[in-house]
């Protein structure tokens, strides 16, 4: 299910949410056009149950009229029956029918708005976010995580909340209203009106109260949003928050966020709990007229007294539901103001979007760079400056330079992560822009130099870009990144828990890992961002042998600062200021005596005074 509308602009370097601008219950109504016969038949039996929640005052009255009136009772003039007795009997009867008839019908509505409510909770969260992963990256590096879980998580439930039962109460009361006033106007047209009488006021004060709520609920979710940021940071920082003795510090952050939250919550709790003692006033107005107009007008004789008795029942019926109206008006404030996040995420268009081509199978991955330019936003200097590499298939070619330089920003161009400013990249004279991602990271096995593991075990690591890989092949990726060795060593082999982001293993066993992952995916292009950074020489220089095997017959691109890891490799990049200044074959650029040759001098110790 896609969503898309105009959305409150935002300034990109914001990290709030953005919000939707058009109504949010609009925006409700749009998004559930899928479940609206769902919604047309749990309507039908709320309103049906209404309807036989009405009635047993209307036979509350008849049953009076009888006692008072016996054989001239509106039931025996109706139903030909002079017996009292017979005539309560079929009220009984007609009791029990109605009773249970509003059993069944409240049984239906509920379970149907229920059920509602979580189907739309499910599509609603997963909608969104199989839309954040359609978002670009920049995206993500202008909102914080928290944020963003705050509206797949706290503001998804918010909505949910509000369904479950708030149309089938809304729905309920505005029938009541309905059903018991053609009730009393038809008997009697004067305590109709004053019946009547608080309704305008009730209805008045509840788009008042609506008007004032609306803001003070979006700062509680916004306030709740950053809770949410403060905690995910907190908790992702643990290991320095304790290096760095900070744990007293971000106590007090989390604590300074949650009074804000507090405070914002303690603001919209005051107005809202204030509307339904004023709306008690306003029944209590309602029962009294009926009580004195009505009750003087049965001790002269002008009223019966079945229909005193249940004109009274009706009044309590009329207007105590609306009691209830500000817990659920409460309900949908708070419900709106996380619609207005939802949508407004929904609402975000991805800047990059996938072609139409599939990479023609199979792919020989050439990669080609073509007077590229890039800079991370309009505002910031160029990171890439008239970049032309060209890697022919199945070559290795490294990037080398200082930080800075640009390597890894070819690495997120080539992912298709990032989108050119200008220029062309493209795999066998395939512009990335008319392929699916699909079919090009397909292409792919990326080592990464942030290195990241799911919460799980090595194997279910290990196949994730792999799925249906067997064991065998699972046993050989290993062994080729130098991983099978401490894998086999764990109690559980491959069966072992690696924890959150791999906290259980070493920074070394981590690395591995990812290479192990990417070289199960058998890709025709192998990407490497500083792949043995985090690794000791010697399992560095065994690394580099596997790889040697790895690397034949496949495009193989290396981003590197340890120049010993790259000096077999056919070409040799080097960058400074976003632009190749050298490029050539590691002798080669020795010989030539530029920058390459005084970065080895430096790493090798021949040469001391300079860095990288």
């Known amino acids: 299910m896609t969503y ?14 953005p919000t939707s601008s058009t109504p949010p219950l609009r925006d ?65 009867i007609i009791t029990v029918v109605i009773w249970l008839a509003e059993s069944a019908t409240e049984y239906v509505a509920v379970v149907t708005w229920r059920n509602l409510a979580q189907t739309i909770e499910h599509e609603a969260r997963l909608d969104t976010y199989r839309h954040v992963q ?35 109460k809304l729905l309920i009361t505005s029938a009541n209203v ?14 109709a009106v004053l019946a009547f009488l608080p309704i305008p006021v009730i209805i008045a004060g509840s788009l008042w109260y609506q008007t004032r709520l609306e803001p003070r609920y ?70 009294t007229m009926t009580l004195l107009i009505g009750g003087r007008a049965a001790l002269r004789g002008e009223l019966e007294l079945g229909v005193f008795s249940m004109l009274v029942y009706m009044t309590q019926r009329l207007l105590w539901p609306l009691v209830q109206l500000g817990e ?57 400056k008239g970049l032309s590499i060209t890697v022919p298939a199945g070559e290795t070619h490294a990037i080398v330079g200082a930080t800075g330089s640009g390597k890894s920003t070819v690495v997120k161009l080539l992912l298709r992560l990032y989108e050119p400013t200008s220029g062309t990249v493209s795999v066998d004279s395939h512009p990335l822009g008319s392929l699916t991602f699909t079919s090009l990271r397909q292409a792919m096995g990326f080592v990464a130099q942030d290195v990241f593991l799911f919460h799980g ?12 890989a067997t064991d065998e092949q699972v046993y050989k990726a290993a062994e080729l990144a130098e991983a099978s060795g401490f894998i086999e060593a764990m109690p559980d082999g491959y069966e072992t828990l690696v924890g959150e982001r791999g906290q259980k293993l070493s920074g070394g066993q981590r690395q591995r890992l990812t290479i192990a992952r990417a070289i199960l995916r058998d890709p025709a292009i192998l990407v490497l961002d500083e792949a043995t950074s985090a690794v000791d020489n010697e399992t560095e220089a065994a690394i580099q042998r596997s790889m040697a095997r790895v690397s034949e017959g496949r495009t193989t691109i290396v981003i590197a600062h340890r120049l010993s890891t790259v000096r077999h490799a056919h070409r040799i990049h080097v960058m400074e200021a976003g632009q190749v200044i050298e490029s050539g074959t590691h002798d080669e650029l020795v010989e030539l005596g530029g920058l390459y040759s005084a970065l080895w001098r430096v790493q090798t110790g021949e040469s001391y005074g300079q860095s990288l």
């Open 28 to 92: 409700l109504w749009n998004y559930a056009k899928g479940h609206r016969k769902r919604v047309w038949l749990a309507a039908t039996f709320s309103l049906l149950n209404k309807a036989c929640d009405v009635a047993p005052e209307l036979l509350i009255g008849a049953a009076v009229d009888v006692v008072a009136r016996g054989s001239d009772s509106f039931v025996a003039k109706v139903l030909g029956v002079e017996d009292k007795f017979s005539q309560l009997t079929i009220l009984t």
């Open 4 to 17: 898309a509308h105009v959305m409150t602009s935002q300034a990109p370097s914001s990290l709030a949410v």
């Open 457 to 468: 075990t090595v194997r279910e690591n290990l196949v994730y870009g792999r799925p249906d």
């Open 178 to 191: 309905v059903f018991v006033g053609v009730v009393f106007f038809v008997v009697s047209p004067l305590l």
């Open 218 to 287: 979006a700062r509680v979710r916004e306030a709740g949003g950053e809770i949410g940021d403060t905690l995910t940071n907190s908790i992702g920082g643990m290991a320095t928050i304790k290096a760095f003795t900070g744990e007293q510090r971000e106590a007090e952050r989390v604590s300074e966020r949650s009074e804000a939250y507090r405070l914002a919550n303690r603001e919209a709790i005051r107005f809202s709990t204030a509307f339904n003692p004023l709306i008690r006033m306003a029944v209590l107005t309602g029962f």
């Open 328 to 384: 659920t008006l409460d309900l949908y404030q708070r419900a709106m103001a996380s619609c207005r996040r939802i949508f407004g995420l929904l609402s975000v268009e991805p800047s990059i979007v996938a072609g139409s081509t599939d990479l023609p199978l199979p792919v020989k991955g050439e990669v080609r760079f073509d007077n590229v330019h890039f800079s991370y936003s309009p505002d910031s200097p160029e990171v890439l």
């Open 134 to 168: 359609t978002l670009e990256m920049a995206y993500f590096e202008d909102r914080t995580s928290g944020g963003l879980m705050t509206v797949l998580n706290e503001d998804v439930n918010q909505l949910e909340r509000f369904l479950d039962l708030g149309p089938h």
